[in-house]
């Protein structure tokens, strides 16, 4: 396996980026004992990244298995965080949304360029569990429809085995 996939079964690497607000915000699969969920996306802003990040936003709001104790939820792009800023502000966005501008942590990750090498990066959700450890991932940088409910079959999986 290589890229994103090659991360399946393995502790999830942690990473330090700047949140939308500038302050630098840790990420430490496993630290905090729930699932973990870091969706990465193209662009803050485009059409597809916003119905993502939005359906991630709703889920958080009206979904048991999204709230904040039973899994943290962190967006991850390649755009710098004035832009970040303006996109959660807009969107009402309830989660982290960070800002990869050298693209470390999706190298990190695995994640590369997507659509055909046309966007930043690819669109790709990792889902973690409670011990640190990359379940799944998917990709789909045209489907960004299919990542909120790639989640939330695995969170009833995760919850099945606690």
């Excluded at 973990?36 to 936003?57: D, E, K, M």
């Excluded at 996109?87 to 360029?113: C, N, Q």
Aim: glycine share 10%.
């Amino acid at each position: 396996m290589s890229g994103y996939k090659a991360l399946i079964g393995k502790a999830a690497p942690p990473f330090k980026l700047k949140n939308y607000d500038g302050n630098d915000y840790d990420v430490k699969p496993g630290e905090k004992g729930i699932p973990l969920v870091i969706f990465f996306y193209p662009q803050a802003g485009s059409f597809g990244c916003t119905r993502q990040a939005c359906q991630f936003r709703d889920a958080v709001a009206e979904k048991m298995n999204f709230s904040a104790d039973k899994v943290e939820i962190i967006g991850v792009s390649p755009d710098p965080v004035d832009k970040q800023e303006a996109f959660v502000t807009k969107e009402k966005l309830t989660y982290p949304v960070l800002s990869d501008v050298s693209k470390s942590v999706a190298g990190l990750y695995g994640v590369g360029r997507g659509m055909w090498g046309i966007a930043a990066i690819a669109r790709v959700t990792f889902v973690i569990d409670k011990k640190g450890i990359v379940r799944d991932a998917f990709e789909g940088t045209m489907n960004f429809g299919a990542h909120a409910t790639f989640v939330e079959k695995w969170l009833e999986t995760l919850k099945s085995e606690a």
